[in-house]
Protein backbone atom coordinates (compact mmCIF):
# COMPACT_ATOMS: atom_id res chain seq x y z
CA UNK A 1 0.00 0.00 0.00
CA UNK A 2 1.66 3.53 -1.00
CA UNK A 3 2.16 5.78 1.75
CA UNK A 4 2.22 9.72 2.22
CA UNK A 5 4.85 11.39 3.63
CA UNK A 6 3.87 14.59 6.04
CA UNK A 7 6.90 15.26 7.87
CA UNK A 8 10.70 15.19 6.73
CA UNK A 9 13.31 16.12 8.84
CA UNK A 10 17.18 15.67 8.29
CA UNK A 11 19.09 14.69 11.33
CA UNK A 12 22.28 14.25 10.08
CA UNK A 13 22.25 16.34 6.74
CA UNK A 14 22.99 13.95 3.57
CA UNK A 15 23.08 11.24 5.85
CA UNK A 16 20.18 10.44 8.06
CA UNK A 17 16.55 11.62 8.18
CA UNK A 18 13.30 11.17 9.37
CA UNK A 19 9.84 10.74 7.97
CA UNK A 20 6.47 10.82 9.45
CA UNK A 21 4.40 8.71 7.13
CA UNK A 22 0.35 8.66 7.23
CA UNK A 23 -0.13 4.39 7.96
CA UNK A 24 -3.25 4.22 10.08
CA UNK A 25 -3.32 0.72 9.37
CA UNK A 26 0.02 0.13 10.58
CA UNK A 27 0.58 2.83 13.43
CA UNK A 28 -2.83 0.95 14.80
CA UNK A 29 -1.03 -2.07 15.22
CA UNK A 30 2.35 -1.55 15.76
CA UNK A 31 3.95 -2.21 18.58
CA UNK A 32 7.85 -1.84 19.79
CA UNK A 33 10.07 -3.99 18.28
CA UNK A 34 8.25 -3.90 15.24
CA UNK A 35 9.59 -2.81 11.42
CA UNK A 36 8.38 -1.63 7.82
CA UNK A 37 9.16 -3.34 4.78
CA UNK A 38 9.43 -0.73 1.90
CA UNK A 39 10.24 -0.08 -1.97
CA UNK A 40 10.13 2.98 -3.52
CA UNK A 41 10.46 2.49 -7.10
CA UNK A 42 8.64 -0.25 -9.04
CA UNK A 43 11.68 -1.92 -9.60
CA UNK A 44 13.47 -1.25 -6.33
CA UNK A 45 14.49 -3.49 -3.99
CA UNK A 46 12.58 -4.39 -0.73
CA UNK A 47 14.73 -2.93 2.20
CA UNK A 48 13.54 -3.19 6.27
CA UNK A 49 13.17 0.12 8.67
CA UNK A 50 12.31 -0.11 12.04
CA UNK A 51 9.23 1.60 13.29
CA UNK A 52 10.88 4.40 15.55
CA UNK A 53 7.49 5.61 17.07
CA UNK A 54 4.00 6.11 16.45
CA UNK A 55 0.95 7.99 16.71
CA UNK A 56 -2.17 6.28 16.71
CA UNK A 57 -4.56 8.84 16.94
CA UNK A 58 -2.83 10.77 13.78
CA UNK A 59 -2.50 7.42 12.10
CA UNK A 60 1.28 8.17 11.63
CA UNK A 61 4.49 6.64 12.01
CA UNK A 62 8.02 7.02 12.28
CA UNK A 63 10.86 5.61 10.34
CA UNK A 64 14.46 7.37 10.55
CA UNK A 65 16.90 5.95 8.31
CA UNK A 66 21.03 5.76 7.57
CA UNK A 67 21.46 6.47 3.80
CA UNK A 68 23.82 3.85 2.93
CA UNK A 69 23.25 2.69 -0.56
CA UNK A 70 20.97 3.07 -3.39
CA UNK A 71 17.47 2.01 -1.97
CA UNK A 72 18.21 4.54 1.05
CA UNK A 73 19.62 6.93 -1.46
CA UNK A 74 16.75 6.96 -3.28
CA UNK A 75 14.17 7.52 -0.17
CA UNK A 76 16.39 10.58 0.55
CA UNK A 77 15.33 12.07 -2.70
CA UNK A 78 11.58 11.99 -1.87
CA UNK A 79 10.34 15.16 -0.29
CA UNK A 80 7.29 15.75 2.04
CA UNK A 81 3.90 15.58 -0.05
CA UNK A 82 5.73 12.76 -2.15
CA UNK A 83 4.64 8.86 -1.93
CA UNK A 84 6.74 5.79 -0.86
CA UNK A 85 5.57 3.32 -3.45
CA UNK A 86 4.31 0.86 -0.77
CA UNK A 87 5.13 0.03 2.63
CA UNK A 88 4.18 -3.36 4.42
CA UNK A 89 4.01 -3.67 8.30
CA UNK A 90 4.06 -4.06 10.90
CA UNK A 91 6.13 -6.76 10.30
CA UNK A 92 8.53 -9.22 13.30
CA UNK A 93 7.44 -10.34 17.15
CA UNK A 94 7.00 -7.53 19.38
CA UNK A 95 9.26 -6.68 22.09
CA UNK A 96 8.77 -8.85 25.13
CA UNK A 97 8.11 -6.14 27.73
CA UNK A 98 8.09 -6.83 31.64
CA UNK A 99 7.77 -4.89 34.50
CA UNK A 100 11.35 -5.44 36.48
CA UNK A 101 12.06 -4.08 40.26
CA UNK A 102 15.35 -2.74 39.03
CA UNK A 103 15.83 -0.61 36.36
CA UNK A 104 16.30 -1.59 32.49
CA UNK A 105 19.13 -0.09 30.41
CA UNK A 106 18.78 0.30 26.62
CA UNK A 107 21.83 0.75 24.78
CA UNK A 108 21.86 2.31 21.53
CA UNK A 109 25.17 3.41 19.06
CA UNK A 110 24.01 5.34 15.57
CA UNK A 111 20.90 5.24 13.93
CA UNK A 112 20.20 2.45 16.23
CA UNK A 113 19.51 4.75 19.08
CA UNK A 114 16.21 6.13 16.86
CA UNK A 115 15.24 1.96 16.33
CA UNK A 116 16.08 1.65 20.47
CA UNK A 117 13.62 4.89 21.20
CA UNK A 118 10.38 2.58 20.17
CA UNK A 119 11.63 -0.20 22.92
CA UNK A 120 13.11 2.39 25.30
CA UNK A 121 9.41 4.16 25.07
CA UNK A 122 7.98 0.50 25.78
CA UNK A 123 9.46 -0.07 28.72
CA UNK A 124 8.55 3.31 30.15
CA UNK A 125 5.00 2.23 29.69
CA UNK A 126 5.21 -0.74 30.87
CA UNK A 127 6.66 1.35 34.55
CA UNK A 128 10.13 0.53 34.16
CA UNK A 129 13.04 2.95 35.03
CA UNK A 130 14.83 3.15 31.87
CA UNK A 131 18.58 4.30 31.22
CA UNK A 132 19.31 5.20 27.83
CA UNK A 133 22.99 4.74 26.57
CA UNK A 134 23.73 6.50 23.19
CA UNK A 135 26.96 6.94 21.46
CA UNK A 136 28.74 7.90 18.23
CA UNK A 137 31.60 8.64 16.88
CA UNK A 138 31.16 12.53 17.42
CA UNK A 139 28.88 14.80 18.89
CA UNK A 140 27.12 16.05 15.44
CA UNK A 141 26.36 12.29 14.59
CA UNK A 142 24.18 11.84 17.65
CA UNK A 143 20.47 11.63 17.29
CA UNK A 144 17.57 11.41 19.66
CA UNK A 145 18.56 12.63 23.14
CA UNK A 146 15.92 15.16 23.08
CA UNK A 147 13.29 12.51 22.09
CA UNK A 148 15.12 9.99 24.74
CA UNK A 149 14.93 12.46 27.61
CA UNK A 150 11.30 12.98 27.42
CA UNK A 151 10.98 9.29 29.26
CA UNK A 152 14.39 8.42 30.94
CA UNK A 153 15.53 9.99 33.88
CA UNK A 154 18.97 9.44 32.96
CA UNK A 155 20.67 9.98 29.11
CA UNK A 156 24.30 8.67 29.11
CA UNK A 157 26.12 9.58 26.20
CA UNK A 158 29.80 8.73 24.79
CA UNK A 159 31.54 9.35 21.76
CA UNK A 160 34.70 7.97 20.06
CA UNK A 161 36.39 11.49 20.00
CA UNK A 162 35.11 12.68 23.26
CA UNK A 163 33.03 15.69 21.68
CA UNK A 164 30.33 15.17 24.23
CA UNK A 165 29.74 12.89 27.19
CA UNK A 166 32.43 10.21 27.96
CA UNK A 167 34.90 9.72 25.72
CA UNK A 168 34.90 6.24 24.72
CA UNK A 169 32.61 3.62 24.17
CA UNK A 170 28.89 2.90 25.30
CA UNK A 171 30.18 -0.58 26.69
CA UNK A 172 32.81 1.35 29.48
CA UNK A 173 29.34 3.17 30.11
CA UNK A 174 27.30 -0.08 30.33
CA UNK A 175 29.76 -1.91 32.76
CA UNK A 176 30.24 0.84 35.07
CA UNK A 177 26.26 0.93 35.56
CA UNK A 178 26.06 -2.91 36.04
CA UNK A 179 28.98 -3.05 38.64
CA UNK A 180 27.09 -0.12 40.29
CA UNK A 181 24.02 -1.41 40.33
CA UNK A 182 23.46 -5.47 40.63
CA UNK A 183 19.30 -4.78 39.96
CA UNK A 184 19.74 -4.18 36.63
CA UNK A 185 16.48 -6.05 35.05
CA UNK A 186 17.74 -6.42 31.10
CA UNK A 187 19.40 -4.63 28.60
CA UNK A 188 18.85 -4.27 25.20
CA UNK A 189 21.12 -3.22 22.22
CA UNK A 190 20.05 -2.20 19.02
CA UNK A 191 23.08 -0.50 16.90
CA UNK A 192 25.84 -1.90 14.12
CA UNK A 193 27.00 -5.46 15.32
CA UNK A 194 30.19 -4.76 16.51
CA UNK A 195 28.41 -2.46 18.93
CA UNK A 196 25.77 -5.41 20.06
CA UNK A 197 28.71 -8.40 20.20
CA UNK A 198 30.44 -5.94 22.65
CA UNK A 199 27.25 -4.96 24.83
CA UNK A 200 26.58 -8.93 24.89
CA UNK A 201 30.12 -9.87 26.03
CA UNK A 202 30.08 -7.06 28.80
CA UNK A 203 26.71 -8.42 30.32
CA UNK A 204 27.86 -11.81 30.23
CA UNK A 205 29.54 -12.00 33.53
CA UNK A 206 26.89 -10.06 35.20
CA UNK A 207 24.05 -12.78 33.84
CA UNK A 208 21.56 -9.82 33.05
CA UNK A 209 19.05 -11.16 30.01
CA UNK A 210 20.45 -9.00 27.26
CA UNK A 211 18.23 -8.59 23.71
CA UNK A 212 19.87 -7.30 20.73
CA UNK A 213 17.83 -6.31 17.59
CA UNK A 214 19.30 -8.09 14.24
CA UNK A 215 19.56 -6.26 11.46
CA UNK A 216 19.92 -9.33 8.90
CA UNK A 217 19.47 -9.31 5.12
CA UNK A 218 15.53 -9.12 4.37
CA UNK A 219 13.47 -9.86 1.37
CA UNK A 220 9.89 -11.04 2.09
CA UNK A 221 9.52 -10.27 5.69
CA UNK A 222 7.30 -13.14 6.37
CA UNK A 223 9.28 -16.37 6.23
CA UNK A 224 9.16 -17.28 2.97
CA UNK A 225 12.87 -16.85 1.54
CA UNK A 226 15.17 -17.75 4.10
CA UNK A 227 17.54 -14.11 3.17
CA UNK A 228 17.70 -13.32 7.11
CA UNK A 229 18.18 -16.70 9.03
CA UNK A 230 20.66 -16.32 11.96
CA UNK A 231 22.05 -18.91 13.89
CA UNK A 232 20.87 -18.71 17.66
CA UNK A 233 21.71 -20.83 20.33
CA UNK A 234 22.79 -23.32 17.40
CA UNK A 235 19.74 -23.34 15.59
CA UNK A 236 18.60 -21.53 12.29
CA UNK A 237 15.75 -19.05 13.04
CA UNK A 238 14.86 -16.56 10.81
CA UNK A 239 14.78 -13.08 12.01
CA UNK A 240 11.62 -11.37 9.94
CA UNK A 241 9.70 -13.73 12.37
CA UNK A 242 11.35 -15.27 15.21
CA UNK A 243 12.90 -12.34 16.02
CA UNK A 244 14.54 -9.31 15.07
CA UNK A 245 15.07 -9.36 18.83
CA UNK A 246 17.26 -12.52 20.20
CA UNK A 247 18.92 -13.44 23.42
CA UNK A 248 22.13 -11.86 22.93
CA UNK A 249 24.04 -14.73 24.60
CA UNK A 250 23.07 -16.65 21.98
CA UNK A 251 23.42 -15.30 18.43
CA UNK A 252 26.60 -16.18 16.41
CA UNK A 253 27.72 -12.53 15.24
CA UNK A 254 30.62 -13.38 13.17
CA UNK A 255 28.08 -15.46 10.80
CA UNK A 256 25.78 -12.66 10.82
CA UNK A 257 28.45 -9.93 9.94
CA UNK A 258 29.53 -11.96 7.53
CA UNK A 259 26.07 -12.89 5.64
CA UNK A 260 25.74 -8.68 5.76
CA UNK A 261 28.52 -8.09 3.57
CA UNK A 262 27.55 -11.25 1.00
CA UNK A 263 26.62 -8.28 -1.61
CA UNK A 264 28.92 -5.87 -1.27
CA UNK A 265 30.37 -5.50 -4.76
CA UNK A 266 27.35 -5.50 -5.99
CA UNK A 267 25.21 -3.00 -4.10
CA UNK A 268 28.44 -0.77 -4.37
CA UNK A 269 28.43 -0.86 -8.54
CA UNK A 270 24.25 -0.73 -7.80
CA UNK A 271 24.79 2.68 -5.40
CA UNK A 272 27.50 4.29 -7.92
CA UNK A 273 25.61 3.51 -11.03
CA UNK A 274 22.52 5.21 -8.95
CA UNK A 275 24.49 8.40 -8.25
CA UNK A 276 25.56 9.12 -11.54
CA UNK A 277 22.01 8.84 -12.69
CA UNK A 278 20.59 11.01 -10.08
CA UNK A 279 23.68 13.47 -11.16
CA UNK A 280 22.47 13.36 -14.46
CA UNK A 281 18.25 13.78 -13.79
CA UNK A 282 18.81 17.17 -11.84
CA UNK A 283 21.90 19.02 -14.20
CA UNK A 284 19.61 18.47 -17.06
C1 LIG B 1 14.68 -5.49 11.02
C2 LIG B 1 15.59 -4.41 10.43
C3 LIG B 1 15.40 -3.10 10.81
C4 LIG B 1 16.21 -2.10 10.27
N1 LIG B 1 15.98 -0.82 10.70
C5 LIG B 1 16.71 0.18 10.17
C6 LIG B 1 16.45 1.53 10.56
O1 LIG B 1 15.54 1.83 11.36
N2 LIG B 1 17.22 2.52 10.00
C7 LIG B 1 18.22 2.23 9.10
O2 LIG B 1 18.88 3.16 8.64
N3 LIG B 1 18.49 0.95 8.73
C8 LIG B 1 17.75 -0.08 9.23
N4 LIG B 1 18.00 -1.36 8.81
C9 LIG B 1 19.03 -1.59 7.78
C10 LIG B 1 18.48 -1.21 6.40
O3 LIG B 1 17.48 -2.11 6.00
C11 LIG B 1 19.63 -1.19 5.37
O4 LIG B 1 20.52 -0.15 5.73
C12 LIG B 1 19.12 -0.92 3.97
O5 LIG B 1 18.44 -2.06 3.48
C13 LIG B 1 20.26 -0.56 3.03
O6 LIG B 1 19.79 -0.55 1.69
P1 LIG B 1 20.53 0.29 0.58
O7 LIG B 1 20.02 -0.14 -0.75
O8 LIG B 1 20.44 1.75 0.88
O9 LIG B 1 22.04 -0.09 0.76
P2 LIG B 1 22.85 -1.30 0.08
O10 LIG B 1 24.06 -0.72 -0.54
O11 LIG B 1 21.94 -2.17 -0.71
O12 LIG B 1 23.29 -2.10 1.34
C14 LIG B 1 24.13 -1.57 2.35
C15 LIG B 1 24.12 -2.57 3.50
O13 LIG B 1 22.79 -2.59 4.07
C16 LIG B 1 22.40 -3.91 4.39
N5 LIG B 1 21.25 -4.28 3.54
C17 LIG B 1 21.15 -4.18 2.19
N6 LIG B 1 19.96 -4.63 1.74
C18 LIG B 1 19.29 -5.03 2.85
C19 LIG B 1 18.02 -5.60 3.05
N7 LIG B 1 17.17 -5.88 2.08
N8 LIG B 1 17.66 -5.91 4.33
C20 LIG B 1 18.49 -5.61 5.36
N9 LIG B 1 19.70 -5.07 5.21
C21 LIG B 1 20.11 -4.79 3.99
C22 LIG B 1 23.60 -4.79 4.11
O14 LIG B 1 24.38 -4.89 5.29
C23 LIG B 1 24.36 -4.02 3.09
O15 LIG B 1 25.71 -4.33 3.03
C24 LIG B 1 17.23 -2.40 9.34
C25 LIG B 1 17.42 -3.73 8.96
C26 LIG B 1 16.62 -4.73 9.50
C27 LIG B 1 16.80 -6.16 9.10
S1 LIG C 1 13.20 -12.03 5.03
FE1 LIG C 1 12.62 -13.83 3.97
S2 LIG C 1 12.60 -15.34 5.51
FE2 LIG C 1 13.01 -13.51 6.58
Same mark, same amino acid.
Given at each position: ?????????????????????????????? =?????????????? +????? &??????????????????????????????????????????? =???????????????????????????????????????????????????? +??????? $?????????????????? @????????????????? @? @?? @???????????? &???????? &?????????????????? $??????? =????? $?????????????????????????????????????????????
Amino acid at each position: MPSRILKKRSLIPGQTSELVLDAPHIAAKA =KPGNFVILRVSENG +ERIPL &TIADTDKKAGTITIVYLVLGKTTAQLETLKEGDDILDLCGPLG =KDTDIHKYDGPVICVGGGTGIAAMHHIAKGHHMAGNHVIAIIGARTKDLLLF +EKELKRF $CPEVLVSTDDGSYGHKGL @VTEILEARLKADPTIGE @V @VA @VGPVPMMAAVAR &TTKPFGVK &TVVSLNSIMVDGIGMCGA $CRVSVGG =KTQFA $CVDGPEFDGQLVDFKELSSRLSAFKAMEQISYEEFKKSHVCKCSH
